[in-house]
């Protein structure tokens, strides 16, 4: 039985990749912050090492944006040393690694959708961060995949569906950005998408979200609409759009950062589900 270890099993990415791989008959070991500190980078590869497992998935990361301008330091450590510090680990007995990036590695400066091979050029420590977790991998572990994704929701952990959602119980109007422009993606399609490289193994760099594309506005607008439909506590009767300069934030955010698709559309032998698809999927199962 092919065994796997995924970090950051707390989180809402973490959390869905250890039930669906479980689900489908996979040794799953969900490693979270108590098992696994990333502030501990020399500790990171030892566990690791010390597991030996067939896959190694990394979903833990530092992710609070706006906190990681303050908090520079720790978010280099868990996202770039202790990065590197697992595929460390997974080197030193020949196991496979698949480690979850984002989008805000791009500066979202263009307007066409960004590929692997696109110039990266982040905007914020987060990005920046994540960028060198990326770069260690790869330079660690050849045959390493990376696995960039975009504005992550799910049934598990805190995230904008969730927080829509209890806004919109609470006001009678929101105020959201429409400036900014990506691709909202469900984490369970994310699991799905690791799935398929982990049966078809590949490396290297790989970009996946749900398909289309929104403004943050747009997304909010669908999330009330479906939650009225779904019956959901919903108080909020207008959703008004704004631009980014009227709702400052300490870390700039990419105006676009749209994943071109095409590489991990090779590999799956699926359509990659519209983003309004997936979203209706999960808020029935928060019903």
């Not at 301008?69 to 690694?97: C, F, P, T």
């Not at 696109?118 to 260690?136: F, M």
């Not at 400036?179 to 982990?198: C, H, K, M, N, Y």
């Not at 939650?227 to 955010?253: C, D, H, M, N």
Request: aromatic content about 8%.
């Amino acid at each position: 039985m092919t065994v796997v270890l995924v970090t950051g099993a707390e989180g809402q990415l973490g959390r869905e990749t250890v039930l669906a791989l479980q689900s489908k008959g996979f040794d799953v070991v969900g490693l979270g912050r108590k098992e696994l500190d990333f502030i501990q980078p020399e500790r990171v590869s030892e566990i690791v090492a010390d597991h030996k497992a067939d896959w190694v998935i990394n979903c833990a990361a530092y992710t609070q944006v706006d906190k990681a301008e303050q908090e520079q330091h720790k978010a280099r450590v868990i996202n770039g040393d202790s990065a590197g510090a697992v595929a460390e680990g997974v080197k030193s007995y020949g196991g496979n690694l698949v480690h979850i990036s984002t989008d805000f590695v791009f500066a979202g400066n263009q307007s066409r959708p960004y590929k692997e091979s696109d110039s990266v050029n982040p905007t914020n420590v987060y990005g920046e961060t994540k960028l060198v977790g990326e770069q260690k991998v790869l330079a660690i572990l050849e045959r390493a995949i990376v696995l960039r994704t975009s504005w992550v929701y799910g049934l598990h952990g805190n995230n904008f569906v969730k927080t829509m959602l209890r806004l919109a119980a609470e006001r009678n109007q929101l105020q959201v950005v429409n400036d900014q422009i990506g691709t909202p993606t469900w984490t369970s399609d994310i699991v799905d998408a690791i799935l398929a490289l982990l049966v078809k193994p590949q490396a290297g760099l790989f970009h996946f979200s749900n398909s289309g594309e929104v403004s943050w506005y747009d997304f909010a607008v669908e999330i009330i609409a479906k939650g009225k439909q779904l019956g959901f506590p919903i108080k909020t009767e207008k959703v008004l759009p704004i631009p980014s300069s009227s709702y400052p934030t300490a870390a700039r955010r990419p105006a676009y950062s749209v994943l071109d698709k095409a590489k991990i559309d090779s590999v799956l032998d699926y359509p990659i589900p519209n983003w309004s698809v997936s979203l209706d999927k999960m808020m029935k199962g928060l019903v």
